[in-house]
């Protein structure tokens, strides 16, 4: 069997390859089918400014003769959905797969192409999502030239969406606590991952804060197993404009003893162990760690 990857490499940390090729033969009563890798691994989207509003990710489609490895004509489809059995942390509906467009087109593409080859390969671009979890390529060749067959026109294509090596802080410790609030629980039951980095250091810091004042840290939000966007009132958005690669952590302002937190003490103690304070948000004390 002959493989056909997708164009381009990965964008971060994986050399992952799928094919959305099928092969078919020119003798009648024999079929064949492209062996097709099911599995693309992407880290979501984070907007920056200067930046385009949507990382494109290319791929490309076409049908080939398997005697002549020339391109045919065929009609296809491609339906891109959610996964909900992997929802990246989410338990709230709605999460959106991402979309397809034609490469180098602009606009905010679609969820399903109805096309058709024209005998040729032809170039669409997968619109990375800012939210983590797995969605899905569900690709059929729905219609082929006289005399061509295929024995599975039909595949799907998993898009594992997410930060690798996030671990998740203990929800409780000799020197810290997490508290997070009702709503926020709800809908992201596991909000406290991290980078063993930043993991590291703020139980660092919890332990100073502890030896110091015999009260534990009060520890909020953190960011979701598989990272990505961290939308804490459920509506696919802000105001977490970080929270999204495992470096960032949010202390209450009332510690485990229910007194108020020596912000000035904790921020020394935070940067010593490479976390800094993040002013924008003035209704935590947030920490952005290394």
Not at 135 to 162: A, G, H, S
Request: glycine share 10%; proline share 6%; with cysteine.
């Amino acid at each position: 069997m002959t493989k056909f990857p997708i164009n381009g490499s990965l964008r971060r940390f994986k050399a992952v390859f799928i094919s959305v090729l099928i092969i078919s033969s020119m003798l009648p009563g024999k079929s064949f089918a492209a062996e097709k890798y099911s599995y693309w691994e992407e880290e979501p989207y984070i907007p920056r400014a200067g930046l385009p509003n949507k990382e494109a990710k290319p791929f490309s489609f076409a049908c080939y003769d398997v005697w002549s490895g020339e391109t045919i004509n065929c009609d296809f489809k491609i339906d891109l959905k959610s996964n909900d059995q992997n929802n990246g942390g989410h338990n709230h509906p709605g999460r959106l797969p991402g979309a397809i467009r034609l490469k180098g087109s602009s606009g905010n593409g679609s969820t399903t192409i109805l096309a058709n080859t024209g005998g040729q390969n032809v170039e669409y671009e997968y619109l990375i999502p800012e939210i983590s979890g797995t969605n899905d390529f569900f690709v059929e060749v729905t219609k082929l030239p006289p005399r061509y067959t295929c024995t599975d026109c039909t595949w799907k294509v998993d898009i594992n969406l997410m930060y690798q090596g996030l671990v998740q802080l203990p929800t409780s410790s000799p020197f810290h606590t997490v508290v997070r609030s009702p709503q926020s629980i709800t809908a992201h039951p596991e909000g406290n991952y991290g980078t063993p980095g930043a993991i590291s250091s703020i139980t660092g810091f919890s332990q100073e804060y502890f030896l110091a004042t015999g009260n534990k840290l009060s520890v909020n939000d953190m960011s979701l197993p598989a990272g990505g966007l961290f939308d804490i009132n459920d509506n696919w958005g802000t105001p977490h404009s970080t929270h999204r690669v495992g470096t960032s952590v949010d202390i209450n302002h009332i510690d485990g003893g229910g007194f108020q937190v020596d912000e000035t003490f904790l921020d020394e103690q935070a940067k010593i162990k490479n976390c800094s304070r993040w002013e924008r948000d003035v209704g935590l004390i947030h920490y952005e760690c290394k």
